[in-house]
């Protein structure tokens, strides 16, 4: 369905069936990480140190086997030498982080970002319910934080999406980007992947070391959500915004305000597209007119060609 065809109810908020019916288009994706190890392994090659080994059993020692995972106590009760040998962890924990703050309750076109957030952030957790992976996540807004532990199975996803839909925040005040960062850096263990789907205003000093402090024990996806005129006015006119409380009269005919709207824009995406590469954080975009499935369709086949 095409944006323009999308109801109004549904441009403004997102309901349990609309997440619940994402489940066939998100059939098609396989949102793997980047490297993958051999089929006798775990799903996942880490990069990342922390939990995922877990003890299998001890034999024999066998040529090329690693000296630091020899099995001392046995070898000196058996007088042979023997060998610990681990497994790693098929499931992975997978974190989605979903911004409701009141930014995100716009668009101009196709629909507001925080439905957008809401529409990724489901067709991950299939994808992820499709792969086994424990499912996850954290919305926050000025209304609070609330944290999910991931847990595995179809009861997970649909603790998710009803969070999704109507969230019930505990007590503790609202939280701004750089506060929701800290709390993930506490919720998320070593290993997850994370995806944070926001449209980062707000991205200061403190909130990027709160980003750095997290990619170095997980693999973190930023997930952009903007509208088509955060990057740049439209033509020449007078145009009104409301929120139902203030109005707002635009007039973008002084070509250099234009320039300067559009510069600012694009300084932001640079920025935060150096942030990813110094941490080795994946970027990735997704407008309020676009369809969610084609954006991550689209970086599903980047990964895997």
Same mark, same amino acid.
């Given at each position: 369905m095409?944006?323009?065809?999308?109801?109004?109810n549904?441009?403004?908020?997102?309901?349990?069936?609309?997440?619940?019916?994402?489940?066939?288009?998100?059939? &098609?994706?396989? &949102?793997?990480?980047r490297?993958?190890?051999?089929?006798?392994?775990?799903?996942?090659?880490s990069?990342?140190k922390?939990?995922?080994?877990?003890?299998?059993?001890?034999?024999?020692?066998?040529?090329?086997?690693?000296?630091?995972r020899?099995?001392?106590?046995?070898?000196?009760?058996?007088?042979?030498p023997?060998?610990?040998?681990?497994?790693?962890?098929?499931?992975?924990?997978?974190?989605?982080?979903?911004?409701?703050?009141?930014? &995100?309750?716009?668009?101009?076109?196709?629909?507001?970002?925080?439905?957008?957030a809401?529409?990724?952030?489901a067709?991950?957790?299939?994808?992820?319910?499709r792969?086994?992976?424990?499912?996850?996540?954290?919305?926050?807004?000025?209304?609070?934080?609330?944290?999910?532990?991931?847990?595995?199975?179809?009861?997970?996803?649909?603790?998710?999406?009803?969070?999704?839909t109507?969230?019930?925040?505990?007590?503790?005040?609202?939280?701004?980007?750089?506060?929701?960062?800290?709390?993930?850096?506490?919720?998320a263990?070593?290993g997850?992947?994370?995806?944070?789907?926001s449209?980062?205003?707000?991205?200061?000093?403190?909130?990027?070391?709160?980003?750095?402090?997290?990619?170095?024990?997980?693999?973190?996806?930023?997930?952009?959500?903007?509208?088509?005129?955060?990057s740049?006015?439209p033509?020449?006119?007078?145009?009104?915004?409301?929120?139902?409380?203030r109005?707002?009269?635009?007039?973008?005919?002084?070509?250099?305000?234009?320039?300067?709207?559009?510069?600012?824009f694009?300084?932001?995406?640079?920025?935060?597209?150096?942030?990813?590469?110094?941490?080795? &954080?994946?970027l990735?975009?997704?407008?309020?007119?676009?369809?969610?499935i084609?954006?991550?369709s689209?970086?599903?086949?980047?990964?895997?060609?």
């Amino acid at each position: 369905m095409s944006p323009s065809a999308v109801p109004e109810n549904d441009r403004v908020a997102v309901s349990l069936k609309t997440l619940v019916d994402l489940a066939k288009p998100a059939a &098609m994706l396989n &949102m793997r990480p980047r490297q993958i190890r051999a089929a006798q392994s775990g799903n996942y090659l880490s990069h990342f140190k922390g939990r995922g080994m877990a003890f299998a059993e001890t034999r024999l020692y066998q040529p090329g086997d690693d000296v630091r995972r020899m099995d001392w106590r046995v070898t000196a009760r058996t007088d042979k030498p023997h060998s610990k040998v681990f497994c790693e962890e098929r499931e992975r924990p997978l974190f989605i982080s979903v911004d409701y703050r009141p930014g &995100m309750a716009f668009a101009t076109r196709g629909v507001f970002k925080s439905v957008q957030a809401a529409k990724l952030a489901a067709l991950l957790a299939w994808a992820a319910l499709r792969r086994g992976d424990r499912i996850g996540g954290q919305i926050f807004s000025d209304a609070g934080c609330l944290e999910l532990r991931p847990r595995s199975g179809k009861a997970a996803l649909l603790r998710f999406f009803d969070a999704l839909t109507l969230p019930v925040y505990p007590d503790g005040g609202g939280n701004d980007l750089t506060s929701a960062l800290a709390r993930l850096q506490h919720h998320a263990h070593p290993g997850s992947r994370i995806y944070l789907i926001s449209d980062f205003r707000g991205l200061d000093p403190l909130a990027e070391n709160h980003l750095a402090l997290i990619a170095r024990h997980c693999e973190v996806v930023l997930l952009q959500i903007f509208d088509p005129l955060e990057s740049r006015l439209p033509e020449k006119g007078r145009y009104r915004f409301t929120d139902k409380i203030r109005d707002i009269l635009l007039d973008t005919g002084e070509s250099r305000q234009s320039h300067a709207y559009q510069r600012r824009f694009q300084e932001r995406q640079a920025h935060l597209k150096q942030l990813c590469r110094k941490l080795r &954080m994946t970027l990735l975009t997704c407008a309020t007119n676009q369809s969610p499935i084609e954006v991550l369709s689209a970086t599903h086949a980047q990964w895997t060609a």
